[in-house]
């Protein structure tokens, strides 16, 4: 079964209230998602704008996510967390896709 990912910030297709954005206090929305699969022992969340107006904008990206964990309150910030700058204003309206993956297994070395 796949990962849903939701915000009780953010109704689907709507606006992203401006405390989440660069208009506002510029934090994190809270997040919540499904359980993942067994096995899953840690998880990535990258959060893109696939419709920049210079192409996709990685907006942040947070790993090593414990597997047991099943959101992020709003306002997250926590090691490691990888953080852009605010997209260009007066650019239309941000698309936003955040892709919660796992990983069973960590990179042999």
Not at 43 to 72: C, K, N, Q, Y
């Amino acid at each position: 079964m796949p990962l849903v990912l939701a915000s009780p910030a953010i109704p689907p297709g709507g606006e992203i209230p401006s405390q989440y954005t660069c208009d506002g206090a510029d934090i994190s929305p809270p997040l919540t998602w499904s359980a993942p699969p067994n096995g899953t022992q840690s998880l990535v969340l990258v959060v893109e704008d696939p419709d920049a107006p210079s192409g996709v904008f990685r907006h942040w990206t947070a790993f090593d996510i414990p597997a047991g964990s099943h959101g992020l309150d709003a306002g997250y910030s926590a090691n490691p967390v990888i953080a852009a700058p605010a997209r260009p204003k007066g650019t239309g309206s941000i698309t936003i896709i955040s892709a919660c993956s796992r990983s069973a297994d960590p990179p042999s070395t």
